[in-house]
């Protein structure tokens, strides 16, 4: 029965899963990215975002509950100047779990866990997502310019289609 069990224990006793979890997040914050299992993912998830929560106000209070979970003072470092620079306008959600499919050697369901702000494949520098709406607003195209795409577009193809005849 799993009455009160709230958080995975990951079938290690609590020191080492605590270290285990605290290495994780130093590896998290260090690379920005790690490959590990779906389950110490979703561990480290509910590990590491109360600690940037934390990072988003600069004090030394904040800094020393960070510290005494991370154990790392390079890792609260770059947690508080860069990270939390970073996500400071976000309400939560700092980390991002993808899955990548099963290990080759123990069949293991794999997962990539990532910050959400330093992946420049799904959030690109400088472009905002622009605000939807449900109304039908297109720029509504003139005749006379419709016809002059038109007519390029047959001039480009008859020009094919003579180039392929001389070739041929």
Do not use: W
Not at 22 to 37: D, F, P, Y
Not at 102 to 117: H, K
Not at 140 to 145: G, I, M, Q
């Amino acid at each position: 029965m799993r009455h009160g069990k709230k958080f995975n224990h990951l079938s290690r006793k609590t020191a080492h899963r605590s270290a285990m979890l605290a290495n994780m997040a130093c590896s998290l914050i260090e690379h920005k990215r790690i490959n590990t299992t779906v389950a110490k993912a979703k561990a480290l998830r509910q590990f590491i975002e109360p600690l940037v929560t934390k990072s988003k106000e600069d004090t030394t209070h904040n800094r020393r509950i960070v510290f005494r979970n991370l154990r790392n003072k390079y890792a609260v470092t770059e947690l508080f100047r860069n990270v939390a620079v970073k996500v400071g306008d976000r309400p939560g959600g700092y980390v991002r779990i993808i899955k990548l499919g099963n290990r080759l050697g123990d069949n293991a369901d794999m997962a990539m866990v990532e910050f959400v702000d330093y992946n420049d494949i799904y959030n690109p520098k400088g472009k905002k997502k622009k605000k939807s709406t449900r109304r039908r607003g297109g720029k509504k195209s003139t005749a006379a310019e419709s016809n002059e795409t038109t007519s390029e577009v047959k001039e480009s193809a008859e020009k094919k289609a003579d180039e392929n005849k001389e070739n041929a």
